[in-house]
C-alpha cells in the first residue's frame, strides 16, 4: 500500500506549493489529476457516490467534501484544505492537508499547527494491541485543550482494496475501547477541527460541509500501517 499513498502524498506536496492568491480551487483539481494519472494512478474520489472532482478542496468555513470550482478564487488569508485520494495497483491511498493562503493570522496558523499536531498524537495511539478509541481519545485530549472543537459527524476510516473500509475512526472519544489495534491493519485518520462550535451542515450542492457558526475548519489526514515496530506513515512525505 505504499505506492498509492506515496503518490498522493507526493502530489499533496506539489498542489500545497502551488497554492497561492489568485489560483482557483479547479486549477489545483486539474493538477491533482493530471499528476496522478501521469503516475498511472486513478482519482478516487471522482465518481464516488458521484463527487465530480479528483480532490476536496475545503475553505475557511468548509471542513470537509468541497467542491473544486473555476469560481472559486484562494485569496490571501483563507485556509485551505486539500483532501486527495487514489487507487494504484488494486489499493488506496488517502491523505490531506490544510495549507494557509499568503499571509493569515496568528490565531489562523494556531488552529492549522494544534489540528496537524492532533494527528500525530493520534498517530502515536497506533500499536499493535492499542485500542481503536485511543486514536480519537488522544486527537479530542489536544484539540480541547486549545480551545477548539472536534468535528463529530466526519470520520476516519480503514483503507486497503476499498477507499472506506471498517472501522470508523471517530476523533473523539474515551481511551481503552472498540476493535484491538492489529498488525497489517491499516487506517486513515482524520482530525477535523473547527476553531468555534463543532456542529456542522451540508450545503445545498449535496457535499461541502460547513461550521454552522462559520468559523475555520482545519483538517489533517495520514494513512498509517500498523506493524510490530510502530505506525508506518504511509503518506509521509518522502525525506
Ligand atoms: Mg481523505
Ligand atoms: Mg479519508
Redesign the pocket.
Given at each position: 500500500m505504499r505506492a498509492p499513498n506515496q503518490l498522493v502524498a507526493a502530489i499533496l506536496a506539489k498542489l500545497a506549493a502551488a497554492v497561492a492568491p489568485g489560483v482557483t480551487t479547479a486549477e489545483l483539481d486539474a493538477l491533482a489529476e493530471q499528476w496522478a494519472r501521469e503516475a498511472g494512478g486513478v482519482p478516487a474520489?471522482k465518481g464516488y457516490r458521484g463527487f465530480p472532482a479528483t480532490l476536496?478542496v475545503s475553505v475557511n468555513d468548509e471542513v470537509?467534501h468541497g467542491i473544486p470550482s473555476p469560481a472559486r478564487v484562494l485569496r490571501a488569508g483563507d485556509i485551505v484544505s486539500i483532501?486527495?485520494?487514489v487507487k494504484l495497483g488494486g489499493f488506496y491511498g488517502?491523505?490531506?492537508l490544510t495549507v494557509p493562503v499568503g499571509d493569515v493570522p496568528k490565531e489562523t496558523t494556531a488552529l492549522l499547527e494544534v489540528t496537524r499536531q492532533s494527528l500525530e498524537r493520534a498517530i502515536a495511539q497506533v500499536r499493535v494491541g492499542g485500542r481503536l478509541s485511543d486514536i480519537g481519545h488522544a486527537v479530542q485530549e489536544w484539540v480541547e485543550a486549545h480551545g477548539y472543537s472536534v468535528v463529530r459527524e466526519f470520520v476516519g476510516h480503514g483503507i486497503g482494496e476499498a477507499l472506506h473500509e471498517e472501522p470508523q475512526i471517530p476523533n473523539y472519544g474515551k481511551p481503552g475501547r472498540g476493535p484491538t489495534l492489529a498488525e497489517g491493519m491499516v487506517l486513515?485518520i482524520?482530525p477535523m477541527v473547527a476553531m468555534g462550535r463543532p456542529e456542522t451542515k451540508v450545503l445545498k450542492d449535496g457535499w461541502t460541509a460547513v461550521t454552522r457558526d462559520g468559523s475555520l475548519a482545519a483538517?489533517f489526514?495520514h494513512t498509517v500501517a500498523v506493524t510490530k515496530d510502530g505506525p508506518a506513515v504511509l503518506t509521509a512525505p518522502a525525506a
Open positions: 474520489f476536496c470537509v483532501d486527495m485520494g488517502d491523505s490531506a486513515a482524520e483538517h489526514e
